[in-house]
DNA sequence: GCTTCGGTAGTCAAGTTTGATTACCAGTTT
DNA sequence: AAACTGGTAATCAAACTTGACTACCGAAGC
C-alpha cells in the first residue's frame, strides 16, 4: 500500500470540502513530504483517479481570487469514507514497515474510537511477533547462522527492526490507555490542518530535516 | 534510491555475464522479491535502461539448450562499475530508512574494502545522529512536545526508530571489526550467486515470511 | 504417440511517481 | 510604469513499477 491515497483521503475529510493545492499544503504541514512521496504530481493524481473511481466528488471552481489556474474543489463520498476507515485500519495493524503508512496511520489513528484504535495496535504487534517468527524459522539454516556469512546480517537486521518496532508500539498503547489525545467522539477533535489564511510555520525557508540526510 | 539498480548491478557483477533470467533468479535466492520491488518486469527494465546508458553492455545470444526466446546476456562496463560502487557506499551511509536499500548494502558490502565499510557504517551513525537531532530541534515547538498531541506520537516513531537503527549498526561495526566475513581483498569470497545448474532451496513452493504478513 | 506440466526467458499494457514546467496574479523594486 | 519576485494552482512527459501474459522446450504420465 502506497500512504498517498490514505493521506489525501484523510486531508479532504478534515477539510470536508478541499482542492489539491490545500491538500498539498497541508500535507507539507504534517511534514509528508520529508517522509512520504507526496509531491504534487502525485496528489493531482491520487485526487483525479479517486474521483474517477467515486472516492471523492468533483466540484469545478472558478479561478481563485488569489490568482491561479481554475481549480477543483473534492469531497469524500460515503464510499470514500468507507475507503479512508479500510486503509487506516490496514496501516495501523498490517507490519509493513514502510514510515509513509506508519506515519499517516498515527496521523489518523485519532478518527477512530480510542478502543479500536488499541485493538488494532495490539493486533499489529501479535502480527509482528508472527513475521519474526517466520523469518527465524524460515532463513536460519541447518548448519547454525553462521553458514549465512554476512548475509545472516540482513536476517539480524530485519529482527532488530521488528523488535524495535514492537517496543513502540507496545509504548503508545500504553500512552492512549492511559487516556493520552482525544479520539473520536471524546470531544473537540484535534485541528489538524490549516484554515484559510493560517501561517504555515513550516513553509519553505526553514531548515527540515531532510537536509541532513 | 530505489534498490533495484544496485541489486540488478551487484548481480550481473557477480556473475561476470549474466542474462535477465539469471539476475532475477539470484535476486529470489537472496530473498529480495521480499523486502524489494525486484519483479520480473523492474529486473528487465533495469537492464534495458542501465545498457542504454552504458553501465552494461549487452550481448544479443542465440536461444539457449534449455527452451525459452531468444536471450541477451549483460556484462558490467567500467562505467557500471564506477556507478555501482557509487550506489553501494551511498546505500551503507545515508540513512534511508528504506529496508530494500538497506539489505542490499549489507548483501554487497563485502565488495569494499573491510576498513572502507567500517568507515561508511560510522558516518551512517554520525548521519542518523545529525538527523535526530534536526528532527527534536525542528518538531518541538515552543509550548512542549505536549502541544504537538497524538502528533508528537510520529516524531516519536522516528526517534525510535533511528536510535534502533544506530545501535544496530554499532553492533555490525562491532562484528565486522572483530574479524567477521570476509571483504575485498582478503582471499576467497563469500560465493553469493547460484551457479549454473545450481538448485534454489528458496525457491517458490516453500512458504515465505511475507505471506503471514 | 500424445498430452500435460513445469521450468526457462522474456514482453507488454496499464498504472504510478517524479521533477520540471506553465500560467496567473499581487505586491515590490527600479 | 516596467520589471522583478514570490505565492497560488495545476499540468505534462518521462521514468518506473506492476501483474498478467506469451512462447518455447523437455520430461513424465497415460
Redesign the interface.
Known sequence: MSAIRLLVLGAVRQHGRAHGYQVRNDLEY??AHE?SNAKPGSIYHALKQMAKQGLLHAHEIAPSTAGGPPRTEYEITPAGEQEYFALLRDALT??????DV??AA??F??DLPRAEAVALLKERIR?IQ??RD??TD??VPEGGPEQL???G??M???L??A???A??AR??IG?IEGG???FAGEGEP?V?VLTEGEQNPYATG????E???
Open positions: 504534517w511534514g517522509w498490517s507490519y509493513d514497515q514502510k514510515v506508519k506515519s498515527i496521523g489513528m485519532v502480527r508472527e513475521w517466520a523469518v524460515h532463513y556469512g554476512h548475509i546480517e540482513i539480524n537486521l530485519w532488530h527492526t523488535d524495535a518496532e517496543d513502540w509504548g503508545m500512552r493520552a489525545y482525544t484535534f489538524g526553514e531548515r527540515h530535516p537536509d541532513a540526510r
